[in-house]
């Protein structure tokens, strides 16, 4: 059955060394592991043989721990399903996304690239066990966009054990300063199943976390970033169109072991088990069929996270009704207080609105269960 998703989720396991806070399903490199992953991961596709995706996002694990004849052979698997102007976005760590790897990608229709930063301070570099240092990120910079690779995303992390306020500054300062386009934040959260988990790591208090968010939002919006969405910030509208996708709560598909997806009123969530999925590519660990009242909730609560807020003509669409209709009084609650904005258009929050995007959604909820 062809697809009607237009955007295609890739997750590849692999990682030369598992970071200290790493809950993703991941497992160590391991080139006979990495031949029968592609060997499955090729037989996945196979039946989207005639789709073409406006974004593809190749995510994990570390797609750029894979050897040079490994990564081509995993870029070549997605020539065929490209639309005209797709949006393909690589995650690549700054300590192996070599050269050699970096022309691979542009010649494979790689043209946005997602770098694991973190931190460029070397010694929270070592608390969570990343192996790059700064150097190498300013390398991986240079190299991508003399190849023209230009369309660049960092990551930057906040509320690290012993991060002090003006570590999280000087890591946005340097990022701003090399005219990087886009900049995703990502709070530090402990994991059972993380290192840090297991080593009963405590996280940073509420308190400090909501301070390193405020004022990245202060900085990276003071330097011309347009925050698009609760962590994600965008110079010249280079926002992630894969991540819109998401937000805009569309059908995309997941491949790889781990990955999930949303297709035809259904969630899913591919096995985790390598050893199944190298057996049957289709095995799956969830699969959860979506009422239409769980889907107009879960609009809500991806569409909430992004400044333009919700489309009410693309909620009409979908589901024949007005979204001011079946949350009347949440909706009344937050604008009376002035963190929601409603027009003609759309139902969208303020920035105060988004810090506390977890109570609107709870409202919202309680009030379909209890009207």
Same mark, same amino acid.
């Given at each position: 059955m062809?697809?009607?998703a237009?955007?295609l989720y890739v997750?590849?396991?692999?990682c030369?060394?598992?970071?200290?806070?790493?809950?993703?399903?991941?497992v160590g490199y391991h080139?006979l592991?990495?031949?029968?992953? =592609?060997d499955? =991961?090729?037989?996945?596709?196979?039946p989207?043989?005639n789709?073409?995706?406006d974004?593809?996002?190749?995510?994990?694990g570390?797609?750029?721990?894979l050897?040079?004849?490994e *990564? @081509?052979?995993?870029?070549? %698997? *997605?020539?065929?399903?490209?639309?005209? %102007?797709? /949006?393909?976005?690589l995650?690549?760590?700054? /300590?192996? *996304?070599?050269?050699e790897? #970096?022309?691979?990608?542009v010649?494979?229709g790689?043209?946005?690239? @997602?770098l694991?930063?973190?931190?460029?301070?070397?010694?929270l570099l070592?608390?969570?066990?990343?192996?790059?240092?700064?150097?190498?990120? @300013?390398?991986v #910079?240079e190299?991508?966009?003399?190849h023209?690779?230009?369309?660049?995303s960092l990551?930057?992390?906040?509320?690290?054990p012993?991060?002090?306020?003006e570590?999280f500054e000087?890591t946005l300062?340097?990022?701003i $300063?090399?005219n990087?386009?886009?900049?995703?934040?990502?709070a530090?959260t402990?994991?059972?199943?993380s290192a840090?988990?297991?080593q009963? #790591?405590?996280p940073v208090?509420?308190e400090?976390?909501?301070? *390193?968010?405020?004022?990245?939002?202060?900085?990276l919006?003071a330097?011309?970033?347009?925050?698009?969405?609760?962590?994600?910030?965008a110079?010249?509208?280079q926002?992630?169109?894969?991540?819109? $996708?998401?937000w805009?709560?569309d059908d995309?598909?997941?491949?790889g072991p781990?990955?999930?997806?949303?297709e035809?009123?259904?969630?899913?969530?591919n096995t985790?088990? !390598?050893?199944?999925?190298f057996n049957d590519?289709?095995a799956?660990? /969830?699969?959860?069929e %979506?009422?239409?009242?769980?889907e107009?909730f879960?609009?809500?609560?991806?569409? !909430?996270?992004?400044?333009e807020?919700?489309?009410?003509?693309?909620?009409?669409q979908?589901?024949?009704?007005?979204?001011?209709? #079946?949350y009347?009084?949440?909706?009344?609650?937050?604008s009376d207080c002035?963190?929601?904005?409603?027009?003609?258009?759309s139902?969208? =929050?303020?920035?105060?609105?988004?810090?506390f995007?977890?109570?609107?959604?709870v409202?919202?909820?309680?009030?379909v269960?209890?009207?």
């Open positions: 062809e697809s009607k237009k955007s997750h590849v396991p692999f030369e060394h598992i970071c200290a806070y790493c809950d993703f399903m991941r080139p592991l990495v031949k029968k992953y =592609l499955a =991961l090729a037989k996945q596709l196979q989207y043989k789709d073409r995706f974004t593809i996002y190749i995510g994990g570390t797609p750029t721990s050897n040079e004849d *990564f @081509s052979s995993l870029l070549s %698997l *997605f020539t065929d399903l490209r639309s005209e %102007l797709c /949006e393909m976005t995650e690549a760590n700054p /300590e192996n *996304f070599s050269e790897k #970096i022309k691979m990608a010649h494979y790689v043209n946005r690239i @997602s694991g930063v973190q931190t460029t301070h070397p010694h070592k608390i969570i066990t990343r192996t790059h240092q700064p150097a190498d990120v @300013s390398q #910079i190299l991508c966009i003399a023209g690779l230009t369309n660049l990551d930057a992390m906040y509320g690290l012993f991060q002090k306020m570590d000087s300062e340097w990022m $300063a090399q990087i386009p886009h900049i995703s934040l990502y530090l402990i994991e059972p199943n840090f988990g297991r009963k #790591i405590e208090d509420n400090l976390e909501g301070q *390193f968010y405020l004022r990245a939002i202060e900085i919006t330097a011309g970033y347009s925050h698009y969405e609760i962590s994600n910030f110079k010249n509208d926002m992630s169109k894969h991540n819109l $996708a998401y805009h709560y995309f598909v997941a491949m781990g990955g999930s997806g949303k035809h009123h259904q969630r899913y969530t985790r088990n !390598l050893e199944t999925y590519e289709t799956k660990d /969830e699969r959860i %979506l009422s239409v009242e769980d107009m879960e609009t809500m609560m991806m569409g !909430l996270r992004v400044k807020g919700v489309s009410l003509t693309r909620f009409y979908r589901y024949g009704v007005d979204p001011k209709d #079946i009347p009084k949440s909706v009344k609650k937050y002035g963190w929601l904005r409603v027009d003609d258009t139902i969208a =929050l303020n920035e105060t609105g988004r810090q995007l977890h109570d609107v959604l409202d919202m909820m309680d009030e269960i209890n009207p």
